[in-house]
């Protein structure tokens, strides 16, 4: 029998949505929310209702009916660190989201809404590889400083997506390889994957590893700590140089990998420079997690939307391809992955993780 389901991925000024059969969608449809209306509100949690409801209302203009769904599914939020799966929306996670156990983002509100949701029609809610994922081995927490540790932020939904469906086309278990994964998006995240843990990451929000189109990566520490002390920028213009204005937006003026390109194919050397950089970079940081597997890399898996970019990927190769082999899964389906995460607990091929 065929598993209908609601999938809700909440961003900060839309609400994306998704009705599955089984992995057939339906239809998708992004739901744009003015600066105004959200401005209303005093928090993220209090736009519960508000979200609600226009979900509620397109299904309706749909013609849709809600009680055909058997699960709902919602995007993870900022939750305490949690080892990767499908987590159902239980009372503790459901107030976690709620208060925002390490931070407000729009993200928290998926599970919010899956669980009010699915509580409204009688089917069970989840929520699938949220940001916060931590399956980090101890000795990949240490930064040299005790007050810093490194920690776990990163694409965690979209790094464990690929990896499963680069298992499943191999016909064998995602815990029995070793693979390096690397998105590359608004920010760039390298994983190394050990028999179905990610057992060390470079921090792809404010932390570590290769600049991308919007972050910084890891930076000069010397040369930050006079910037910060220097009486010239805030501690909010200091951030802003590290995540949305660095990267190739401090260079270049732009954060999209195609513009970068244009401006190399015009003969814009300082555009071919900084690609060569990124590159140089991302594959540095694919050499660091063979290390972490100690050389037994079964395979190198690159996503994300940069990686629709056929010359990256090739100078990619040139430079990390005595690693392991490439396989390249462009783009990122986030709605597929949450639905994929349900349906592999509904059918009984993992159990639904315990928070």
């Known amino acids: 029998m065929s598993i209908k389901s609601l999938i809700i991925n909440p961003g900060s000024t839309s609400t994306k949505i998704g009705v599955f059969e089984d992995e057939t969608l339906l239809f998708e449809e992004t739901l744009r929310h003015s600066t105004e209306e959200i401005a209303q509100y005093a928090s993220i949690v209090d736009q519960k209702d508000f979200r609600k409801q226009i979900i509620l209302d397109l299904l309706a203009k749909k013609d849709f009916d809600i009680k055909s769904l058997q699960v709902i599914v919602g995007r993870g939020g900022m939750l305490k660190p949690i080892p990767g799966g499908t987590y159902a929306v239980t009372d503790d996670l459901l107030e976690d989201l709620k208060i925002g156990k390490q931070g407000q983002h729009a993200s928290n509100l998926g599970g919010i809404l899956a669980r009010e949701i699915g509580d409204a029609i009688g089917v069970p809610s989840y929520i699938v590889d949220p940001v916060v994922v931590d399956e980090l081995m101890p000795i990949a927490r240490y930064s040299g400083v005790p007050e810093m540790p490194r920690t776990s932020v990163f694409h965690a939904l979209n790094q464990k997506a690929v990896a499963k469906r680069y298992a499943k086309e191999q016909g064998v278990p995602y815990e029995s390889l070793n693979l390096i994964v690397v998105h590359m998006g608004g920010g760039v995240s390298v994983g190394a994957h050990e028999n179905g843990r990610i ?32 009486g010239q920028y805030t501690e909010k213009e200091v951030y802003k140089k590290l995540v949305g204005g660095g990267g190739f937006n401090a260079y270049l003026g732009t954060n999209d990998m195609r513009e970068v390109g244009k401006m190399v194919d015009e003969g814009n050397e300082k555009a071919n420079e900084i690609r060569e950089a990124f590159i ?12 972490v597997l100690k050389g037994k890399v079964d395979q190198i898996i690159v996503t994300g939307g940069i990686a629709y970019n056929k010359v990256v990927v090739d100078k990619m190769q040139e430079r990390a391809g005595f690693i392991a082999p490439f396989t390249v899964y462009p783009g990122e389906d986030e709605l597929l992955a949450l639905v994929q995460g349900a349906l592999r607990v509904m059918n009984g091929e993992e159990e639904a993780m315990k928070y």
Do not use: H, Y
């Not at 930076?219 to 910037?227: D, E, N, S, T, Y």
């Not at 970079?281 to 694919?286: E, F």
């Open 199 to 230: 057992i060390d990451v470079f921090n792809a929000l404010d932390g570590d590893g290769a600049f991308s189109p919007e972050r910084a990566g890891g930076v000069p520490v010397g040369a930050l700590i006079k910037m910060c002390f220097s």
């Open 280 to 291: 140089l970079q991302v594959t540095k940081d694919i050499g660091s997690m063979a290390c």
